[in-house]
């Protein structure tokens, strides 16, 4: 037998040999100042690209009023207690009806969190008899649901519908013999390529096999479809999405997340979410502000068609210049070289300190050992400059990178004042 924390490799993890550097630098950096494209970080202003403020909602003078007046005349206690035994209050009520007529469904649940609302809707659709077979990129959130259940799953490669109906065949077999069902899971748009789900394939399968889907779109949700209802409304099949889902983290710039679906399952869902029955329900704060921010989304369609001139100026710009963006069909804009961690490592550093840019880097195990992957987020705030500068200093990394110049072991070496 071991000691339970001398068996954990507390020094493991691919950047640890880096960890002599200063404090949340790489792991758990700290942006200051209010949110939005230009941020201090390391005592410094940059250009920030890593933050999911799509609609830029989180600075916008309306939604800071509204959650200042909301805090001021509630504060952040009430309502006490989950929605079933003393939480609930009108202004829950009221939002859900806003979001089920916004995302065309009949009913919807508010979640404090999505990640844990993701888990447990999962965990609350299917019982041992039934399968679930979910895509290969699949947020933690999905994967973590999964991993609760006790009966079969199948995964599928990333948007392969071919597989898809495959696994489809396999669960068939399945649940016939156990007389169970099937739940496909997917997202609407992953957060890591930028691919949209392929939610038409996926529904065109629903002729020939009985299943239910479920799509997070925690980063469709304010960015695509005509009117920003999302990825199913930008693929005309969300009618078909038996559950749709999104946060309120990322277009929304808050916390919380809901679930919409017919009135029927969502009936069922406020009786059986254990994420939502055990837990304190979102303050009145966070249900007033999105209140708001859903009526900025709605009314301001200047907000995502901006966000759209900001990704497409990017896209197209690094395109240009030969960058590799891989198949994004949203604003995540992934930008992919070919090398390892130290050289992410150094590229980072570099981009920070000597181009005052802020962009999270992706690396093993999140992408293959040899891939480093710049995950930039543009929003509805940044300006066309702010691209400009932006390829440029991504064309500077990459002849270093070209160079090998980034294949020192020593960070140190790349910047100046450190
Ligand atoms: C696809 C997806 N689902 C769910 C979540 C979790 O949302 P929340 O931050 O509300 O827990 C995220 C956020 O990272 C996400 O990207």
New binding site residues.
């Given amino acids: 037998m071991v000691d339970l924390f001398d068996k954990l490799k507390m020094e493991a993890g691919s950047l640890a040999k880096y960890s002599h550097l200063p404090d949340d630098y790489f792991f758990f950096p700290k942006l200051e100042g209010e949110i939005g494209p230009r941020m201090m970080f390391n005592g410094r202003q940059v250009l920030n690209w890593s933050l999911n403020n799509y609609l830029g909602l989180a600075n916008h003078p309306e939604v800071r009023k509204a959650d200042t007046e909301a805090t001021a005349k509630y504060g952040l206690a009430s309502p006490m207690g989950a929605r079933m035994m003393s939480g609930n209050s009108v202004h829950h009520l009221e939002f859900e009806r806003q979001l089920a007529d916004f995302v065309k469904k009949e009913d919807v649940m508010l979640l404090n969190?999505?990640?844990?609302g993701?888990v447990s809707i999962i965990d609350a659709l299917v019982d041992r008899k039934d399968v679930i077979v979910y895509d290969g990129e699949s947020?933690a959130?999905i994967i973590d649901g999964v991993r609760l259940h006790m009966g079969k799953r199948f995964v599928y490669p990333h948007n392969n519908i071919e597989n898809l109906e495959k696994q489809l065949q396999r669960a068939t077999r399945i649940a016939n013999e156990t007389g169970g069902g099937i739940l496909v899971i997917t997202?609407g748009v992953f957060?890591m390529s930028g691919n949209m789900g392929d939610l038409k394939g996926i529904v065109a399968l629903k002729q020939k096999y009985n299943f239910r889907l479920f799509v997070?779109d925690?980063?469709g949700f304010g960015t695509m479809g005509k009117t920003g209802a999302g990825a199913g409304e930008e693929q005309g099949v969300q009618d078909q999405i038996d559950l749709y889902f999104s946060?309120?983290?990322?277009s929304m710039a808050s916390?919380?997340?809901f679930v919409a679906g017919s009135t029927k399952i969502l009936k069922y869902l406020r009786y059986s979410v254990r994420s939502q029955i055990f837990a304190k329900s979102l303050p009145l704060p966070l249900v007033i502000g999105g209140m708001k921010r859903l009526e900025l989304l709605r009314t301001q369609p200047e907000l995502k068609a901006n966000l759209w001139k900001i990704f497409r100026a990017m896209q197209s710009g690094l395109k240009e210049r030969g960058f590799y963006i891989g198949t994004t069909q949203s604003p995540v804009t992934p930008v992919i070289f070919n090398g390892g961690v130290g050289e992410a490592a150094n590229m980072s550093m570099d981009l920070r300190e000597n181009y005052g840019i802020f962009c999270s880097v992706v690396i093993y195990p999140v992408v293959p050992k040899d891939i480093i992957m710049f995950r930039i987020i543009p929003t509805a705030a940044h300006s066309l400059e702010d691209v400009e500068e932006t390829l440029t200093a991504f064309s500077a990394l990459k002849a270093k990178l070209d160079s090998g110049f980034y294949r020192k072991e020593e960070l140190v070496s790349v910047t100046k004042g450190m």
């Fill in positions: 969190y999505g990640y844990q993701v947020h959130c997202e957060g997070d925690a980063h946060t309120f983290a990322k916390i919380g997340a």
